[in-house]
């Protein structure tokens, strides 16, 4: 949808597919795009149109497309097509390798023609979620040898230690069990009770004969007992997946099982060659930062000859003066910080920007306003954009924070966005403004106008910051607009490397969380070194997958202050936790390496065809 808006045109029937693209006037005239010219493999992806933007489903499938849209990004060398299925005609299904049905609306109006071509195609199709029932009876037997049952509600008579109603909680695959996600909040909460009856939906196949076991990928379990049914079934070139996997995505979530079936449907092979890479971060440090505790660490991962980042905040600030550390420092001024830095660096660390500040201003944006505690680029009192929200001032504001790394000389092998959340415009200026970001996604569907690609000698990581470079970077964004639609928002965790995600950044994955050892008025779940191991295991059958985690300086506390340490000093339970993940086949990696021989990399422009309310209108 980047760099391109394509309006409503098909010339169906089994000519090639042509797609009238009305560009801004500074690109040039209109022109076609075909399908058939496509230079590589390409593959559609189908999904529901609801029938009103009153209704509050509307922006849901478009928003759940680019959840698919982003994991199939995952394989650089694929064209996407995203298109309504609404528009479907007869034939379109064998223009491309594969195509993806996301059903996300209940019992939307499917065209005949998608049904007789779905059942007919020789080409690979997966229909995910709803609507398998406007396939006939027989068909669905002749696809899969399966009936379709029921759609299954929360059973609210059968609760969980949590309070939790029953659920299909549990899914096999390839002998690990992965788990939807838990709710926290109270049980007798009106959000409690909302959240369960709408979103656990889950299709009810049964297999009509032993063979068609055959055909079960992954099975999904109830939460208590053992009834179970199919969650993924392939029968040659028809599979079928029986929710949405990009409902509420946590680590260990069945949605991982989808990510790693993506292989097998798009015929891919791993990449660099099955390696399984870790990556662990040591997060929000900046002039605060306790010296001790940045070479400790430092001295931790030499000992465990483990590769390992640092997330740097450059300046840090303490508007409300929370705490004893002078309200306002930039790097540069603690030549000591520096110094620990340059230790930590010759003991193998990378460097991710970690925002300017991670803060915003002079306010409480939501807790104190001190860095590494707050939002920076996203007003998290009115759960809006910050009110300066612009290419000049985010390009400024970044300017600063890479000066300082930068003139230390440090190398930034990333970037990565304070509490991942940002405006839309803000997260295409960062896959502009940085080869790589190491994120979680948070998307809202959008449309993303006059963007012109910055080239690698103008971004932060790997260019020249200067008077001259900072001219030439606003002048090549300047003309950028990005404007949003609806309230829904998709956030995404990456179990590998994204090459051009919705905003067209290439992210590095963080699909394990942190140590967390207490709660707070941020952190409403605790999570443990053992929480981090088995979700680290359950990752490893899967291809491509890293383990992807941070730590902070309380995990040196002792327990009794909230850390991890049995006695001062002590980095056992660190320890054990690394060696864990090594002894999965994990290598961890080094960041500033891996992003080098990988900045070249990046998928196709996806080509929207037709969407959502305003999403297609022209850009001027």
């Known amino acids: 949808m980047k760099g391109i808006i394509i309006f409503l045109l098909f010339f169906f029937s089994f000519t090639p597919l042509s797609i009238l693209a009305e560009t801004p006037p500074s690109t040039g005239p209109a022109h076609s795009v075909s399908l058939a010219a496509a230079p590589t493999k390409c593959v559609q992806i189908y999904y529901d149109h609801a029938p009103s933007m009153s209704d509050p489903d509307y922006y849901k499938g478009r928003l759940h497309a680019i959840g698919l849209q982003n994991l199939l990004a995952h394989f650089p060398d694929i064209q996407q097509y995203i298109i309504p299925i609404e528009l479907y005609q007869t034939g379109q299904l064998e223009r491309c390798d594969a195509s993806f049905y996301l059903g996300t609306y209940y019992n939307n109006t499917i065209p005949k023609e998608f049904l007789a071509d779905f059942v007919n195609t020789k080409k690979t199709v997966v229909w995910l979620g709803y609507n398998l029932w406007k396939l006939a009876p027989e068909n669905i037997t002749k696809l899969w040898g399966a009936s379709f049952s029921d759609l299954f509600k929360p059973n609210w008579d059968k609760k969980d230690e949590g309070g939790r109603p029953g659920v299909y909680n549990y899914f096999e695959y390839k002998g690990q069990t992965f788990e939807r996600c838990k709710y926290h909040k109270a049980p007798d909460s009106p959000e409690f009770?909302?959240?369960?009856?709408?979103?656990?939906?889950?299709?009810?196949?049964?297999?009509?004969?032993?063979?068609?076991?055959?055909?079960?990928?992954?099975?999904?379990?109830?939460?208590?007992?053992?009834?179970?049914?199919p969650y993924i079934l392939r029968n040659l070139n028809h599979w079928y997946v029986a929710d949405d996997p990009f409902l509420f995505i946590c680590e260990g979530d069945r949605y991982f099982i989808f990510a790693d079936v993506l292989f097998d449907i798009l015929d891919e092979k791993p990449q660099e060659g099955g390696k399984k890479y870790a990556l662990v971060r040591y997060e929000d440090v900046s002039a605060r930062q306790g010296l001790v505790k940045i070479t400790t660490y430092a001295d931790l991962f030499r000992k465990l000859q483990i590769q390992f980042a640092i997330s740097l905040i450059p300046i840090y600030s303490d508007p409300f003066?929370?705490?004893?550390?002078?309200?306002?420092?930039?790097?540069?001024?603690?030549?000591?910080?520096?110094?620990?830095?340059?230790?930590?660096?010759?003991?193998?660390?990378?460097?991710?920007?970690?925002?300017?500040?991670h803060q915003y201003d002079h306010q409480k944006n939501p807790f104190s306003g001190v860095s590494g505690e707050d939002f920076e680029f996203w007003d998290k009192s009115t759960n809006k954009p910050i009110r300066e929200d612009s290419v000049a001032y985010i390009l400024d504001w970044l300017t600063k924070g890479a000066t300082l790394i930068t003139q230390a000389n440090f190398k930034i092998s990333a970037?990565?966005?304070?509490?991942?959340?940002?405006?839309?415009?803000?997260?295409?200026?960062?896959?502009?403004?940085?080869?790589?970001?190491?994120?979680?996604?948070?998307?809202?569907?959008?449309?993303?106008?006059?963007?012109?690609?910055?080239?690698?000698?103008?971004?932060?990581?790997?260019?020249?910051?200067?008077?001259?470079?900072?001219?030439?970077?606003?002048?090549?964004?300047?003309?950028?607009?990005?404007?949003?639609?609806?309230?829904?928002?998709?956030?995404?965790?990456?179990?590998y490397p994204i090459y051009g995600d919705y905003y067209g950044r290439r992210v590095i994955p963080e699909d394990l969380g942190n140590v967390q050892t207490f709660l707070s008025n941020q952190v409403i779940a605790r999570r443990t070194i053992d929480d981090i191991i088995k979700d680290a295991k359950r990752y490893a059958v899967l291809r491509d997958t890293w383990a992807s985690f941070f730590i902070h300086d309380v995990l040196l506390n002792t327990k009794d202050h909230?850390?991890?340490?049995?006695?001062?000093?002590?980095?056992?339970?660190?320890?054990?936790?690394?060696?864990?993940?090594?002894?999965?086949?994990?290598?961890?990696?080094?960041?500033?390496?891996?992003?080098?021989?990988?900045?070249?990399?990046?998928?196709?422009?996806?080509?929207?065809v037709g969407g959502q309310g305003d999403v297609t209108r022209a850009c001027y």
């Open 415 to 495: 970037w990565m966005t304070a509490h991942y959340l940002a405006s839309a415009l803000d997260n295409v200026i960062f896959g502009q403004a940085f080869t790589w970001n190491v994120t979680r996604g948070n998307y809202v569907v959008s449309k993303i106008c006059h963007l012109k690609q910055l080239p690698q000698n103008l971004t932060y990581d790997r260019g020249i910051i200067n008077n001259e470079t900072n001219q030439a970077r606003f002048a090549a964004l300047a003309g950028l607009q990005v404007t949003t639609y609806g309230d829904a928002e998709l956030n995404q965790i990456f179990p």
């Open 193 to 229: 009770k909302e959240h369960y009856s709408n979103d656990y939906d889950i299709a009810l196949l049964k297999l009509l004969s032993p063979a068609a076991e055959k055909q079960v990928l992954s099975w999904a379990k109830f939460t208590m007992g053992n009834a179970r049914t």
């Open 562 to 608: 909230n850390g991890l340490a049995f006695k001062e000093g002590d980095t056992s339970e660190l320890e054990r936790l690394i060696n864990a993940i090594k002894a999965d086949g994990y290598e961890f990696v080094n960041l500033q390496q891996w992003t080098d021989a990988h900045q070249n990399i990046k998928r196709p422009e996806p080509i929207e």
């Open 321 to 357: 003066h929370i705490y004893k550390y002078p309200p306002y420092m930039e790097m540069k001024d603690k030549p000591l910080f520096i110094e620990a830095l340059k230790y930590a660096q010759s003991k193998g660390a990378s460097f991710i920007m970690h925002a300017v500040t």
